[in-house]
């Protein structure tokens, strides 16, 4: 062989194993792992089960091209070959699970125009599933209804995603809110949107949209919608005026299209920031006394919150955690905000004057928490301040005033030692 011919074939040999491992690892994460969700119906033998099997969504383009090299199994997983118009699904995807999905007609009157005209494509008779999923990590979901894909029962593709931006939101007491919701239906024209609240297993509709029609149907005070942004983007975000704290719980959200319908749910904690005081104010005590600090943490939303006392002895440069501090029981406030107070005793001596105290509050509601202090000080440590001279003036001035009202008492009374001495003095 001839050297230039091995050159020639070193080089080609290395381009191909760069093309070959660059290609699969370009888009060997185009896949998801899921987990296929079936309800098994009792027989004789056996009760009603659940039966969990893993699969392996790979992605697809449009033209059915499977994204990434052919990938090797267990024998146990099944594999899916998923074509997502919305672009919605991801493979960052922290989890994930399918179920099959029955396409109904719906008798809520905002979906009822939908199915109106009762022609059902052939395709609803296929095998229907949703795949539900969600990034752990920055809160992203996407609800995802799965049909068939030509007549390969293994190849799906989406025909409605609802999705959302995070599926945990904090929203402050009384402050507007956008409640993220966004639909994909692809090219159908007919869609209803639904939102509902659901806290302690109670329900209740806040807003119903018949996209259709363009009829609201119902609508609770102080909710909205976006009719321009929900037209042309499919933003179906719940806009809400004023929230107060009756609306923390689960939200759903969820788009209706004849005979198929996927929704979204956001949990809502509603935040409301405690006002704290800390008293005695102003903080004076005698040395020997003991005193008890109050921290009032008052209408904060939700419950948990932790309170403590640090203090700060003159001369040192941060401030050091005290135990001991002991808390009442909380009260209920009529907007559903919580209070309470936390309590420490602290026993004076001369050492402690300057002590500057703290009460600091840990809550979802304050990122940075809350500090507030009062510097404590000891009677006789220090020179009289103004107060304790105003204070003694004032406390000389009621003496005098009380003694010499005695003294004019007693005058009256038995009338003045010396002039009676002088009388005495007289009659002899
Ligand atoms: C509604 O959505 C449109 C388009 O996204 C946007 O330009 C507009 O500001 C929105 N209106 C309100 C009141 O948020």
């Not at 919605?88 to 979906?111: G, M, N, R, Y």
């Not at 507007?176 to 919701?181: A, Q």
């Not at 209408?299 to 948990?304: C, K, Q, V, Y």
Request: net charge negative; hydrophobic share 40%; aromatic share 8%.
């Amino acid at each position: 062989m001839m050297p230039s011919t091995i050159y020639k074939l070193c080089v080609t040999l290395v381009v191909c194993t760069l093309g070959v491992t660059a290609g699969p690892t370009a888009s060997i994460t185009q896949s998801l792992a899921c987990w296929l969700v079936e309800d098994i119906p009792a027989t004789e033998t056996k009760p009603r089960s659940i039966q969990q099997t893993r699969v392996l969504v790979q992605f697809m383009d449009a033209a059915g091209l499977v994204q990434n090299s052919p990938v090797t199994l267990d024998p146990e997983t099944l594999l899916f070959h998923v074509f997502d118009p919305s672009g919605k699904l991801s493979p960052d995807f922290t989890s994930c699970e399918i179920t099959h999905h029955l396409p109904q007609e719906v008798s809520v009157s905002w979906a009822r125009s939908l199915t109106e005209e009762k022609i059902s494509p052939l395709a609803l008779a296929k095998t229907w599933y949703t795949l539900a999923a969600h990034n752990g990590l920055d809160g992203r979901a996407v609800s995802l209804v799965l049909g068939p894909l030509g007549d390969k029962k293994d190849h799906l593709s989406g025909s409605l995603a609802v999705y959302t931006s995070s599926i945990v939101q904090h929203a402050h007491l009384g402050k507007p809110l956008s409640l993220p919701c966004g639909m994909w239906k692809g090219h159908q024209q007919r869609f209803s949107v639904e939102w509902r609240h659901r806290a302690l297993g109670d329900g209740n509709l806040l807003y119903a949209y018949d996209g259709w029609k363009d009829k609201i149907e119902e609508h609770a005070q102080n909710c909205h919608l976006n009719f321009s942004a929900l037209h042309s983007e499919g933003d179906a975000s719940l806009l809400i005026e004023n929230v107060a704290i009756a609306l923390q719980g689960t939200l759903l959200c969820t788009v209706y299209v004849p005979y198929l319908r996927a929704q979204q749910e956001i949990q809502l904690v509603v935040t409301a920031k405690p006002q704290v005081t800390l008293l005695p104010a102003p903080l004076f005590a005698r040395p020997g006394e003991e005193l008890t600090l109050t921290c009032d943490v008052s209408h904060f939303h939700p419950l948990e919150i932790s309170v403590d006392f640090l203090v700060q002895l003159p001369g040192e440069s941060h401030p050091t955690l005290l135990t001991g501090k002991s808390l009442s029981a909380h009260t209920h406030n009529h907007d559903g905000t919580f209070s309470l107070a936390a309590y420490q005793r602290i026993a004076v001596t001369d050492s402690l004057h300057g002590a500057r105290y703290f009460c600091r509050v840990s809550h979802v509601s304050a990122a940075k928490g809350i500090l507030i202090s009062q510097t404590l000080k000891v009677a006789g440590v220090s020179g009289p301040s103004l107060e304790d001279i105003m204070y003694l003036f004032l406390v000389a001035l009621l003496l005098y005033g009380t003694l010499s009202y005695l003294r004019r008492k007693a005058v009256s009374l038995f009338g003045n030692p010396e002039e009676l001495q002088i009388q005495k003095n007289k009659s002899e």
